[in-house]
């Protein structure tokens, strides 16, 4: 199975520039999931970091992992559209290799643990093949707040009384 980038605005509430997958090309139910991101001399980080040697920043390679996570387990919960899956921990990161304009990050996530509202994984990105970045994430599921609804412009049930 494989998501485009409609299917992964559904499932995730990021959106640019802090949307960093462009494509789910690999995806087991619960289990598994290869993503891609296709990193351009656009991405607005590459102005300050570093303007004569431009590299996508640490961070946000972990946070495409995290995304990439999330996807996993949102789409495991029926009621999304009211929940959220927010990053809660990193575990043994290591940055192998610098990620740099014109390459394609292959993250390739692999589910350690997973219950209704938590999730560890076991999170690699790849760039030809080569690994440059792997972590054990943790993720939980929680309510969407109205904060979120002015972000998402989705409107929030009204609680039954």
Known sequence: MTFDIQEILGLLPHRYPFLLIDRVVEFERGKRLVAIKNVTMNEPYFQGHFPDYPIMPGVL???????????IMMNEIPDRHKKL?????????????????????????????????????????FVEGKLACQAILTCSIVNRTPQTEAVTGEAQPEAAE
């Open 85 to 125: 899956a927010v990053f809660t921990g990193i575990e043994r990161a290591k940055f192998r290799r610098p990620v740099t304009p014109g390459d394609q990050l292959r993250i390739e996530v692999d589910v350690l643990a997973f219950k209704s509202r938590l999730g560890r994984m076991q999170a690699n990105a």
């Open 61 to 71: 390679v972990i946070e495409a992992m995290a995304q990439a996570g999330a996807i």
